[in-house]
């Protein structure tokens, strides 16, 4: 028997209009003053339209084109009821702008989206929270706001402060609570007032590592009691551990819909197509003064592809073009990693491990780096260049490139490692000494 659809979007599109807003969060004095200006560019605004269509209705066309922004175009999508959706694309892509309209936050210029079941939603820290009501008095505001009657509040109220872990500052109001707390708060009453559709945007990952994966089981638990779940993450590893389906967005229209294996493949791979050119480097402007300019180009090989966007443990290949007026005796080169705090992760140099492999380098040629498995957790890091000869240091650029890795169930067990376990992560082999044999569990 075929499920029930929960949610059916068709062609659904938004537009929206640059620089046609007026702030309605700034206080009144200030929009009031405001107003004359914002009238009086619309006026202009029109009457340069005017002018335009007068002078070609093509070139008054194109001008307007140039005040849109599409950030949804032509969406056609179908989620049957117990559906677990991640829903993958790069900042700007239209993914929050999707969740807004199915929550009925914002209506769409185009299309429909029609929701069969209670939805709850959660999109920004403490969203339908009043700062200046405790938050037990959020809960019931909230819950509300959610479409749930008292009784069904009161009946699961306990449970969404444990979940919440704010039983110390129920009667405290949420203006004081830290973002942390907020989302807990948030979170708990969005996942425990029993929705048939649960939407989530990325805002969990505010949270501590603990709670993510309370979050993460909680969510787990809705799926399996067939409720369906959207998931908005850039967390690639959870996405592949708890989601069945993907579906990827790029530039507001639907580029893939298949398994979630498959749909994070995809968004790696559009990923590498916007990462492929070589790094010219004759002129680069992070080459420290006094350097040498012996580097010329460097190019980064993903799985042997260019690109700068890797899961967890892939391979990773750096290749380094060079020119110098003359041979170069005792050659030495090294690729140093960085995290964004400018902490050295690692030093990758022929002279560690075979130091006389560039001992006579010609003037000119191309020197690779091949790095089997990149262990280094998800994140983004900085890589710079450097080189000597027997003279000494001849050129040295930071900063040359930047590497982001995705995060993977490297270990395919469900748990993901994380920054929160260290920089780096090793396999290693675990025994015991009550078993009848010292059998390790696999790598």
Known sequence: MSKSIAIDIEALGKRYRLGETVDLARNFRETLMGLPRYFKHKAARATKRLAQQISGAAEAGAAARRDEFWALQDINLQIAEGEVIGIIGRNGAGKSTLLKILSRITPPTTGRAQITGRLSSLLEVGTGFHPELTGRENIFLNGAILGMRKAEITRKFDEIVAFAETEKFLDTPVKRYSSGMR????????????????????????????FQIKCIRRMQHLANEGRTVLFVSHNMG????????????????????????????????????????????????????????????????????PGTITSMGGPIDFEVDYESP??????????????????????????????????????????????????LMAGTYRVEI?????????????????????????????????????????PSQWSTSWETAWTPCRL
């Open 386 to 426: 450097g080189c000597a000869d027997n003279d000494g240091e001849l050129d040295r650029i930071p900063d040359v490139s930047e590497m982001t890795i995705i995060e993977k169930d490297v270990f395919g067990t469900g748990r993901i490692p994380n920054q929160h376990h260290g920089i780096i992560y090793l």
């Open 238 to 305: 959870v996405l592949r551990h708890f989601c069945r389906t993907g579906v990827v967005l790029v530039q507001g229209r639907v580029a893939f819909v298949g398994p979630i294996e498959d749909a994070v493949d995809r968004y790696v791979s559009s990923a590498h197509a916007d990462h492929h050119e070589d790094i010219d480097l004759t002129a680069h402007p992070n080459r420290l003064p006094g350097a040498k300019p012996v580097f010329t180009k460097m190019r980064t090989l993903v799985e042997g592809r």
């Open 326 to 375: 003359r041979p170069l005796r005792g050659f030495r080169i090294g690729v140093i990693i960085r995290d964004l705090n400018e902490q050295v992760i690692v030093n990758f140099s022929p002279s560690h491990q075979c130091p006389d492999k560039l001992n006579e380098a010609p003037a000119k040629g191309t020197i690779r780096c091949h790095i089997p498995a990149f262990n």
């Open 183 to 210: 989302v807990r708060l948030a979170f708990a009453v969005a996942a425990h007032l029993e929705p048939e559709i649960l939407v989530i945007d990325e805002v969990i990952a505010v949270g501590d590592f603990d």
